[in-house]
């Protein structure tokens, strides 16, 4: 039988592959910097013994560094770090080419598509304050993060600068140096031009001396060194204005008492690097074994996956990845629960979503936003490498479990039934962005329906049935979407070809059920009835689709699960009612008829949730909505609830950068109480407690990956709105955890404002507790 990674009891010790963000001090270089902080502490510019000492240390790391770069001549001046050595090269070329400045000419400050954010922002700033007013241009690349030669040949007899980059750090993409170094002599002998060599360090050799580089700026914390430790590489006469003034260390060239402990650390770092005998770095020749290992376990755990950059000129210690169907956050979400650390796009950038790296490339928008990068350093070893990979298969069979992804080898249903899925009954809402597509599961009769489905999801709702055996009996609109396709036609035209159907797609071999008089088209679903009430108003043909038990006696009250109710109540608002399609009065006489039938108790599922709150309930959005109390009410009539409908949709909000807003929220989203448990402070009230439920609201495949199970629950997000249903006893105590206390938070707010009175969560979750 398969071990599963959750099967090993012991905690998984970490495996760190995000080495270009930044990489673990290693402990002989911790142990240097320590020595300084202990034994030779001196101020390199005392001229006692202990300074003599440390100036010695100075001078042995500005030696090494020479060599490591690659040169005899030329400075080597240490700084706090490549940003700062950017800066220093960028002040540097921009002060001296503003002496020569011919006011009728224009200028261009060029730099790589590619390059990291610190580059063009620096020629932003520093264009800005020393008013040059050149035209600040990128360079672009092609399919293979390779530099255009011709349009530096072009463009560069005007620029007055050109920084490029040695290696990408989201692809670890090089450039040709040397053919660079041609074109760009060719074409302006003089033109200052620096050298991004952050991610070259320790993973290409550089002859920096060879070349006519004016400036290299590096980092040591990318390479083993502490943060706060960089140099850069200033050509023998290239020109020079120190970026920070002072007391004259550095030959006058950077100001301010040196950083005795990172040079230590860098220079055991050096040491490493240039002699072998002394090093824990593995050879060039097993980096790329170590690559080859990795993308072999990606392609057999992802049989999709596509690489982002070509191997044949990237260095071998980055992998940048994309899988379609899987979101960069969720794959982020489920190696972090493998304890496997890895970055999407630039962690300098981490709340952008979409790599302006990878746009560059021309790749397309997809891979573009899902991308994942794995990175390691020289320091990296065999077992951490065979521990990565089979983590990294594990991963992917804990999202087949959960049917995210099918496996391949086992496409037959039949084996896929065998195969031993995580249960999955029920309602599960999915979300994109603020949009809501709702999947009710009937595990009985392996049937399933779709609601106001979201073209995002096709695919995802496509393996989701293959991999589960469901069939698809409807795929339903609640109305005609403004703000979104619906890609309702599409599934249906898979799932359900042969299927009549009207216009939002409910079948038209749907049965009649009385109610209260009046007549309602419904279908099964397993043992219960989905009822379709017309409630227009948002737009004509909005509908209501209410889940419910069958109506055995037509004086019965209906006893309702779930109310698919689109856009007609949103939470903290009402659909908007001014398009040319739109009914205030007609949604005031929906909103009475649907509180008529479903009552004010039962869950909402509507097609928008703007503010995380997952589902909601009449008499919850009565209490902060009085437009909606009015109307149930009956405490006015239609004309004036189409008055003070027209002003409230008036304050609709639509920035052009955002999805259309489906209605105006009515009031600022309060805050509820939730408490707030550190580990220390959870395990004591778990003592004292007699009734508290444990829940992890990571998804599925996160949860089956982590070690110990302390939280007995799982009840992923998109599980919520299901678990409100059935969790009866609104006293009992709640406490959730996620990775870092974001989603965990949501959950118990959700809870607390849908009257759940004892809600806790982690705060920080598994990331700052160890529970
Ligand atoms: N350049 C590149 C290519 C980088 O990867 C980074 C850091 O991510 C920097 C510059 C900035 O380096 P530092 O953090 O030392 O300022």
Redesign the pocket.
Known sequence: MNKRLSDTHQPLNLIYLDA??TTQVLPQAASAALSTMETFFGNPSSSHVTGLQAKQIVDKTRQQAKRIVGTDEGKIIFTS???EG?QTAILSALVNAKKTLNCNENYSLLYGATE?K?VPESLKHWNEVLELNAEIVAIPVNEKGQLDMEFIAKEVPNALMICT?AVN?ETGVYQDISLLDQTIRANNPKVAWMV?C??ALGKTDLSLGQTTIDYAPF?G??LYAPKGI?FMYVKENAPFTPFIAGGGQESGLRSGTENLPGLAALSVIFTMLLDENESNFTSVENLHSFRQQIVLALTQAFPEVVFNHSFENSVPTTINFAIPGLSSKEIMDLFDSANIRVSSGSA?SSKITRSFVLDAMGLPAWQSESAIRMSFGPAMTQSEIDSACSRIVFAAQALERSCLIIDKNTIDTTTIENKAKAELNGLVQFKVGASCSWLYIDQKTKSAVFIDPLPELTDRLHTLLTCRGLELIAVIDTHSHADHISCRQNIAQSQLAEQQTNSLGWPADAKLTTINGHEYPYITLGDKWLINIATPGHTNDSISLVLCEPIKDSSDKLRVHYTFCGDLILMNSLGRTNFSNSSAAAMYSSLQLLTALIGTKSLLCPSHDYNNEFTSRIETEMARNSLLTQVINDEINAEEFSRQKIAMDKKIMNKPDREIMCGALIAACQEFMVREYTSASLAKAVKASTNMKLIDIREPHEYALQHDKKFTFNVPLTRLVHFVKNQQQKEQELVFVCRSGSRSQLAAQALARLGFNNVGHLKGGYALHQY
Request: charged residues 10%.
């Open positions: 270009n963000a770090g490549a940003t950017i990291h610190a980059m750090n991004d952050v991610q980092s914390h990318k960089g300098c």
